[in-house]
């Protein structure tokens, strides 16, 4: 079914320049992130359904328990929608020339020493 076995960031890199190869998609990197951006708005659709769920259910279960039902409802979508935002990643950094996992390792080093303090009225960074 997959042509490696998908374990490693280079891995799912790898598999997307097979699957782009296969299906014949383009490189293309603002059409993959007008794509990435409307798999992310379908993210946030998931997560409406879960919280408008979530608020039907309240007034009997409770909060948490409401909650939980919801997320147990949503939950194979909402992997799904955060999956192909995943797969857009991939394609974007693969198309750019970029290896994922040593850009990933390289940020959260940044990170961790990061101090995160509000910005200034004005500062919209
Ligand atoms: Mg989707």
Redo the contacts with the bound molecule.
């Keep these: 079914m997959f042509p490696n076995a998908m374990r490693t960031i280079a891995d799912f890199q790898a598999f997307h320049r097979w699957l782009d190869e296969q299906k014949g998609w383009g490189p293309d990197l603002k059409l993959n992130m007008v794509l990435l951006a409307g798999?992310v708005g379908?993210v946030a659709n998931e997560l409406r359904n879960i919280f408008w769920r979530a608020s039907l259910l309240e007034p009997e279960m409770g909060e948490e328990a409401a909650r939980e039902a919801a997320l147990a409802e949503y939950r194979e979508n909402l992997g799904?929608?955060l999956a192909?935002c995943l797969a857009y990643i991939f394609k974007i950094a693969n198309n750019a020339g970029i290896d994922l996992e040593a850009a990933y390792k390289a940020k959260m080093a940044k990170n961790v020493q990061r101090q995160w303090t509000a910005p200034p009225p004005g500062n919209h960074q």
């Design positions: 798999e379908e799904f929608e192909d």
